[in-house]
């Protein structure tokens, strides 16, 4: 029973394969590079369905190679702390009971144990982390890739710890015997190295160091993914900045968007940029405290409260450094919460208490005009938010007046901290103002809103609670928005629905569920809503008839067009789509019409996107041009719906015109309409010239067949026959008609490719049409195919 991973992992997906499983065992092979690559999305579709089939199929080492992996991605790529804990102390007990300790993932998932656990408090769980792993290395050969891994989770509780020296030590010590091991030390450990002498101010040997280890994983044939270049590009920019040398951390620091979509860049990134603002090389604006404090929200939301906290201490001192007062204090009092969920808060008391003071030394502004006034002056002078937010908290402590006056400048200034990224903190001013001001709707709408977007869970259904008693329909709004921000469709219908019996005339409560509906796919639902909102959405008394149309937002003009096409109601559609200014070819009848070009984004089975082209057949119908694998369930002349909203804007009007011409427009997918019932199979070969490629396209069309190039340029074969050995590939995707078999299409083929100078294969069409599979097979062992 080996003991390397990759090699089981090899043994497993071939056995899979073999056994009819293929999805599950693709899934084997991809999950590990959508982990560590940061692809969230492709891995959150991936992973149910594997682990699904890992569990019906009875294979408990598949499921803790799975859990391990997805593990690694909630933990590294969105640093998951305590909402991930439940999970990782389950695995943990999971990968070792009897039918899955011989397991070689199993050792493995004591890493993931050990990183959630720092990502709740590292300091606080030194010693449990520091005796789980080593108890688990001391078992383990130097070897195996997981002591790779394991040695750098130890290196980092030393650091954790204050003990730079030692865990630097460490890291030498476990190279020096993994190298005698006959084992290469991987990228990822000489990056936690690299880390630690940062920590150790020696910058200059981090950038020597990132050299040699680069070189070294080239010349071992490592290919760099986008992670690699990122953390790369940030260790140099990050040791750069230390160095002074602001201009080169520029041109390598990551763009902010890469932080925002890696969770596990943005500690590194916001260290970087703290120097550069030191420096006078990167602006500190409001924009900047807002993206950080975004961050610094996140990671309360994951339980992740020691990297929470310490980078709401940088958010704090660039706060500072603004003067922006009231972020610094309610950094401030978000670290003075977190403090209590520390097991060990030595040194970060005391610089959240530092904050604190820093804060409130900073000038008090005074205001400009009385606070009755205020907010007719923020907005008339375009006052700045961070400004405005101190003039309000101002203003709101020593407003005298009316109720009403009071409500208004506290929802002026929650407005404004929910705009900086500080949504909770908002949401807890709205709390103390609607005590005091309980039957205040705006107060309450705004809540809402601000404890959805804080993902405050709790928060939701104590509003919802407190509305329920007073105002039933309200409560059902609540959490029915909730309900949508988690993707709950069904409970957004059913708090829709209860709003809708106790007042029909409601719009936003219609327009919500039948979003909803449409995600459930129960479009007969959502186009009955939206057809209720039209006749809701009555005009003004006296409005021309050729504008009652616009007293109804368009957006549901194109749902309803939307929804109307998935139910084939055409009447409905020409209707509509007539309010909406669309011309018709036709006057009745199934919409089915040639348009523009277009793009489809559709959704691959694991999970990524596709951008298909098509031609548009009608208002929300397009019908696909290539001719598709079977990653996708669509193939060539499937018709599908598309949702009307553009995915990316068109160009400016000043852009090249060569660039406005290449533009079509992106729609998402929405549903499959009409399958035109196409089979895919696949040609290899020699590239026969352009005329012989034509005469073979023309002729499968006009057979009713389809054919699709995936093939670039740079696509080559190999032929012993040429003097370079190499020539000119050809590698396609023919479609084969739901009337023709296999058979006519292997004949046809064979007619049309007759003459070529180089013979094309196509095993599995062969195999399909019951002939002989030997000549295919031959002229793939003859050009490398």
């Keep these: 029973m080996t003991t390397d991973i990759w090699a089981w992992v090899h043994d497993t997906h071939q056995q899979l394969a073999e056994a009819g499983h293929q999805r599950l065992a693709d899934a084997v092979y991809e999950l590990p590079g959508h982990a560590n690559e940061g692809r969230n999305d492709q891995l959150d579709?991936?992973?149910?369905?594997?682990?699904?089939?890992?569990?019906?199929?009875?294979?408990?080492?598949?499921?803790?190679?799975?859990?391990?992996?997805?593990?690694?991605?909630?933990?590294?790529?969105?640093?998951?702390?305590?909402?991930?804990?439940?999970?990782?102390?389950?695995?943990?007990?999971?990968?070792?009971?009897?039918?899955?300790?011989?397991?070689?993932?199993?050792?493995?998932?004591?890493?993931?144990?050990?990183?959630?656990?720092?990502?709740?408090?590292?300091?606080?769980?030194?010693?449990?982390?520091?005796?789980?792993?080593?108890?688990?290395?001391?078992?383990?050969?130097?070897?195996?890739?997981?002591?790779?891994?394991?040695?750098?989770?130890?290196?980092?509780?030393?650091?954790?710890?204050?003990?730079?020296?030692?865990?630097?030590?460490?890291?030498?010590?476990?190279?020096?015997?993994?190298?005698?091991?006959?084992?290469?030390?991987?990228l990822e450990f000489h990056h936690s190295r690299a880390g630690t002498l940062h920590r150790l101010g020696r910058y200059d040997e981090v950038l020597a160091l990132l050299d040699t280890a680069e070189r070294?994983?080239?010349?071992?044939?490592?290919?760099?993914?986008?992670?690699?270049?990122?953390?790369?590009?940030?260790?140099?920019?990050?040791?750069?900045?230390?160095?002074?040398?602001?201009?080169?951390?520029?041109?390598?620091?990551?763009?902010?968007?890469?932080?925002?979509?890696?969770?596990?860049?943005?500690?590194?990134?916001?260290?970087?940029?703290?120097?550069?603002?030191?420096?006078?090389?990167?602006?500190?604006?409001?924009?900047?405290?807002?993206?950080?404090?975004?961050?610094?929200?996140?990671?309360?939301?994951?339980?992740?409260?020691?990297?929470?906290?310490?980078?709401?201490?940088?958010?704090?001192?660039?706060?500072?450094?603004?003067?922006?007062?009231?972020?610094?204090?309610?950094?401030?009092?978000?670290?003075?919460?977190?403090?209590?969920?520390?097991?060990?808060?030595?040194?970060?008391?005391?610089?959240?208490?530092?904050l604190r003071a820093a804060a409130e030394a900073l000038p008090v502004p005074e205001l400009p005009v009385p606070p009755s006034e205020l907010t007719a002056h923020l907005a008339e002078q375009k006052v700045p938010h961070e400004t405005g937010a101190d003039l309000l908290s101002v203003a709101l402590d020593r407003y005298r007046g009316e109720q009403a006056g009071a409500t208004a400048l506290a929802v002026d200034l929650a407005a404004a901290l929910g705009r900086l990224g500080h949504p909770r903190a908002a949401a807890d001013l709205l709390w103390q103002r609607l005590d005091a001001d309980p039957g205040s709707e705006v107060l309450a709408g705004l809540l809402g809103a601000l404890l959805i977007d804080a993902g405050d869970g709790d928060g939701v259904r104590r509003l919802a609670g407190r509305l329920a008693v007073t105002s039933p329909a309200d409560g059902h709004w609540v959490r029915a928005r909730w309900a949508a921000a988690e993707s709950r469709w069904a409970e957004v219908v059913e708090h829709c629905a209860a709003i809708l019996a106790d007042h029909p005339d409601r719009i936003n409560p219609r327009r919500l569920a039948a979003g909803a509906a449409t995600e459930l796919g129960d479009h007969a639902t959502a186009q009955r809503l939206y057809q209720e909102i039209l006749e809701h959405a009555l005009p003004a008394e006296g409005t021309p008839e050729e504008e009652r149309h616009?007293?109804?937002?368009?957006?549901?003009?194109?749902?309803?067009?939307?929804?109307?096409?998935?139910?084939?109601?055409?009447?409905?559609?020409?209707?509509?789509?007539?309010?909406?200014?669309?011309?018709?070819?036709?006057?009745?009848?199934?919409?089915?019409?040639?348009?523009?070009?277009?793009?489809?984004?559709?959704?691959?089975?694991?999970?990524?996107?596709?951008?298909?082209?098509?031609?548009?057949?009608?208002?929300?119908?397009?019908?696909l041009l290539p001719v598709l694998g079977d990653d996708l369930t669509l193939n060539h002349g499937d018709v599908v719906v598309f949702a009307p909203a553009l995915l990316e804007p068109p160009p400016a009007d000043d852009a090249p015109e060569a660039e406005r011409e290449r533009w079509r427009p992106v729609f998402e997918m929405l549903t499959l309409l009409d399958p035109a019932g196409y089979t895919t199979y696949w040609i290899d070969g020699g590239w026969p010239g352009d005329e012989a490629w034509t005469a073979l396209r023309e002729g499968l069309r006009e057979s009713g067949y389809a054919v699709w190039a995936y093939s670039g340029e740079r696509y080559s074969i190999t032929d012993p026959g040429e003097e370079d050995g190499m020539l000119p590939g050809i590698y396609a995707a023919v479609g084969v008609p739901p009337t023709a078999s296999a058979a006519e299409a292997d004949a046809l083929l064979h007619r049309l490719t007759a003459s070529w100078p180089h013979p094309l294969a196509w095993p599995a069409l062969a195999e399909a049409a019951g002939v002989d599979t030997a000549p295919h097979e031959a002229i793939v062992e003859r050009y490398g195919l």
């Design 216 to 354: 070294a994983a080239r010349s071992a044939g490592r290919e760099f993914g986008e992670n690699d270049r990122l953390w790369g590009g940030l260790l140099r920019a990050r040791a750069l900045a230390a160095l002074g040398c602001t201009d080169e951390a520029l041109a390598l620091l990551p763009a902010r968007e890469a932080a925002e979509r890696h969770a596990d860049l943005r500690s590194n990134w916001t260290e970087t940029v703290e120097r550069l603002v030191a420096a006078g090389a990167w602006e500190n604006d409001a924009e900047l405290g807002a993206v950080l404090a975004g961050w610094v929200g996140y990671l309360d939301g994951t339980g992740a409260h020691r990297p929470c906290v310490d980078l709401l201490l940088a958010a704090g001192r660039l706060a500072l450094d603004r003067g922006a007062r009231t972020v610094a204090l309610t950094l401030a009092a978000t670290g003075e919460r977190k403090l209590a969920q520390l097991r060990r808060t030595d040194g970060v008391a005391t610089e959240i208490a530092a």
């Design 550 to 623: 616009r007293t109804v937002q368009q957006p549901d003009l194109w749902h309803l067009v939307t929804a109307a096409t998935v139910n084939r109601d055409w009447a409905v559609v020409r209707s509509t789509g007539a309010l909406l200014g669309v011309e018709f070819d036709e006057p009745d009848g199934p919409v089915d019409e040639e348009w523009q070009p277009v793009t489809v984004r559709a959704t691959r089975t694991d999970g990524a996107t596709a951008d298909l082209p098509a031609l548009r057949t009608g208002p929300a119908t397009a019908r």
């Design 45 to 186: 579709a991936a992973f149910p369905e594997a682990l699904a089939a890992a569990r019906a199929l009875g294979l408990p080492w598949v499921e803790v190679y799975l859990r391990h992996w997805r593990m690694q991605n909630l933990l590294n790529k969105r640093h998951q702390g305590e909402q991930a804990l439940p999970e990782a102390v389950d695995l943990l007990e999971f990968a070792h009971r009897e039918e899955t300790a011989g397991c070689p993932q199993s050792v493995c998932v004591v890493q993931d144990f050990a990183i959630c656990h720092a990502r709740v408090d590292g300091p606080g769980y030194v010693p449990e982390r520091l005796a789980v792993l080593g108890e688990t290395l001391e078992r383990i050969e130097p070897a195996r890739s997981c002591f790779d891994c394991l040695s750098r989770e130890y290196s980092d509780a030393l650091e954790d710890d204050g003990r730079a020296e030692e865990a630097l030590a460490y890291l030498d010590k476990a190279a020096a015997r993994m190298q005698a091991a006959g084992e290469r030390l991987s």
